[in-house]
């Protein structure tokens, strides 16, 4: 899996204006889950847990109060049971974990209309100024995920490889690159260096 990372000041995709039309997003609360009832009634105990735990937040778009999409991230180190691996996205990080768009919203910008709320309107809220990063990982064949992920500015930080052989699961990071803005301060440290 690529893992990746995007910085402040984030960006944000031009799109055109009739996409948002009817579109409503939202942070979603553990006491009112009711969107969820009629397509995710299977996992709302889930879905509660993760909402009534410190660093669990999810933003969710209605239409025509019908949910259409929804999206989770962690603003602090998240237990992934199934890898067996903590995601930690550091002081000032937030880790986005999980998308879906319903089938009947699909082909409309729903992702990106999303993604922009959370960078454009979210984040430059007071309580969130704190952000000043956000990590996600996405499979390396998935060019759909990279593609997006690419358009927000967000650069592979690391690989890693989540295998099983029988009843065992094993995770490894494979290799870590640098993020982009980090090789330009260290550019410019040794330009001071040769300089002076």
């Known amino acids: 899996m690529v893992f990746a990372e995007t910085r402040r000041p984030f960006?944000?995709?031009?799109?055109?204006?009739?996409?948002?039309?009817?579109?409503?997003?939202?942070?979603?609360?553990?006491?009112?889950?009711?969107?969820?009832?009629?397509?995710?009634?299977?996992?709302?105990?889930?879905?509660?847990?993760?909402?009534?735990?410190?660093?669990?937040?999810?933003?969710?778009?209605?239409?025509d109060g019908k949910l259409v999409s929804h999206g989770w991230f962690r603003t602090g180190p998240h237990y992934d049971h199934q890898m067996r691996y903590t995601f930690d996205p550091g002081e000032g990080g937030t880790y986005w974990f999980e998308g879906w768009t319903s089938q009947r919203a699909r082909g409309k910008g729903i992702a990106i209309l999303g993604m922009n709320w959370m960078f454009a309107d979210l984040f430059s809220r007071p309580d969130w100024q704190w952000v000043t990063h956000m990590q996600t990982y996405y499979e390396p064949d998935n060019k759909n995920s990279k593609r997006l992920h690419d358009r927000y500015g967000f650069h592979e930080i690391r690989r890693m490889v989540h295998y099983r052989i029988g009843p065992f699961r094993f995770t490894r990071v494979r290799w870590e690159k640098p993020h982009p803005d980090d090789l330009k301060e260290e550019q410019g440290s040794l330009d001071e260096s040769v300089s002076g």
């Open 11 to 63: 960006r944000t995709v031009k799109i055109p204006r009739h996409w948002g039309d009817g579109l409503q997003i939202d942070l979603a609360d553990a006491d009112h889950l009711g969107p969820w009832e009629d397509e995710w009634e299977h996992m709302l105990e889930i879905y509660r847990e993760r909402l009534e735990s410190p660093t669990g937040e999810c933003m969710y778009g209605l239409i």
